[in-house]
């Protein structure tokens, strides 16, 4: 008795440990990237935060491109700490200058992994956006609801950004995927529509995908392999979302190396866990 509609992949290969993996999108990004890294892969993961929108981590790119710099003028004050609309709460701090500084590392950190880059990772958690004075921002840092609109972009605001960019960086592999994290603010059918709109935005660009949003939601597709909050997966659920992206990208040889990598890396964190 078949009891799950297991996805069907294919190897496409392209990825080993000479690579340079940019990673950018929502905290699911994290979860594979910092997998990744583990096993020793040389991956970037969201230098400037946790991104959630396509816009939002389209401007980012080309906020790297341009290296731009951040000045204190641009940083807003909230329950004590400084912070930008462009970046995650992580690179917020109680001291201007101290947030300043944080912000402007991790763009140089950005910007020379964009450089590097042979593959750029992409994963769009919503297309749900928040704008502040017209602008598009990446967190509201829990300002007050009324200093923003919301809405939903459409499909074409999302590919027209997007190709230019994946036309500018010929040399670079683009991987799209889309989060498999459920944004249950939005209603479980405004949920649907958003993700929708994503899956429909990268399939109009013709970029590669990968599918880790039907690993879950389709293939796993039981509460079991959730959280406890029901939205975000488990970490049974992310390994086996990290396997099937391994199983995809990886040779041979490749996993064979990834795997005696992981090993070491669990003695070092064994051993650095145990010296303190």
């Known amino acids: 008795m078949k009891l799950r509609t297991e ?7 392209g990825i080993d440990h000479s690579s340079s993996l940019l990673m950018l999108g929502s905290c699911f990004t994290d979860e594979i990237g910092h997998r990744l890294a583990a096993h020793g892969f040389n991956a970037v993961v969201n230098p400037t935060g946790t991104l959630y929108n396509p816009l939002s981590i389209a401007a980012t790119i080309r ?3 341009a290296q731009r710099t951040y000045h204190a003028d641009e940083l807003i004050e909230n329950q004590g700490l400084w912070r930008s609309f462009d970046h995650h709460s992580r690179l917020a701090h109680n001291d201007r200058s101290q947030a300043l500084k944080l912000i402007n590392d991790s763009m140089a950190t950005g910007y020379d992994a964009l450089a590097k880059a042979t593959h750029v990772i992409i994963t769009f958690g919503t ?9 598009v921002v ?4 829990k ?21 230019r960019i994946i036309d500018y960086y010929p040399d670079k592999k683009f991987i799209f ?11 479980l059918h405004g949920n649907q529509l958003s993700k929708a709109t994503l899956h ?16 879950l939601v ?14 975000h997966p488990s970490p049974m659920a992310v390994s086996y979302v990290y396997d099937r992206f391994a199983s995809t990208y990886f040779s041979p040889s490749t996993q064979a190396e990834a795997a005696i990598r992981y090993k070491a890396y669990l003695r070092s964190s064994h051993r650095t866990l145990h010296s303190v």
């Open 218 to 231: 389709d293939d796993l597709r039981d509460y079991r392999f959730y959280a406890d909050d029901l939205v």
């Open 200 to 215: 429909l935005a990268i399939d109009s660009l013709g970029a590669e995908y990968f599918p880790a949003y039907e690993a």
């Open 127 to 135: 297309a749900y956006v928040f704008e502040h004075a017209g602008r």
């Open 138 to 141: 990446c967190n509201c840092h």
């Open 63 to 65: 906020n790297l491109q």
């Open 7 to 13: 996805l069907t992949g294919k190897f496409i290969g």
């Open 143 to 163: 300002l007050p609801a009324g200093q923003f609109t919301r809405r939903r972009l459409d499909i074409e605001e999302i590919t027209d950004i997007w190709r």
């Open 177 to 187: 995927t889309v989060s498999p994290i459920r944004h249950t603010a939005d209603g």
